[in-house]
């Protein structure tokens, strides 16, 4: 029973992008990063290195909020 009291970290993957490290030491309070999500696409929600859901991004009470769509399977784990 304990163990579903504990605390854990959740991530919400909201883009991802490359760019060059030429452009990440330019950058300013201000400058802008163009991720590959778009405002309607769904997100990846993750515990630790593990993805767990894709959710909805919206905003609640002037927060940012998630709205789970999607459970992701784990991958499966090979035997040793």
């Known amino acids: 029973r304990e163990l579903y009291q504990?605390?854990?970290a959740l991530a919400a993957i909201?883009?991802?992008?490359?760019?060059s490290l030429?452009?990440?030491?330019n950058w300013k309070p201000g400058s802008t990063v163009m991720l590959n999500t778009r405002p309607n696409d769904l997100i990846e929600?993750?515990?630790?290195?593990?993805?767990m859901f894709m959710a909805k991004v919206g905003q609640?009470?002037?927060?940012l909020a998630c709205s789970?769509?999607?459970?992701?399977?784990?991958?499966?784990?090979?035997d040793i």
């Open 45 to 51: 929600m993750r515990v630790g290195d593990q993805s």
């Open 60 to 63: 609640k009470q002037d927060a």
């Open 68 to 78: 789970i769509e999607e459970y992701i399977e784990p991958e499966p784990v090979e």
């Open 14 to 19: 909201l883009g991802e992008t490359v760019v």
């Open 6 to 8: 504990t605390d854990i």
């Open 22 to 25: 030429d452009d990440m030491v």
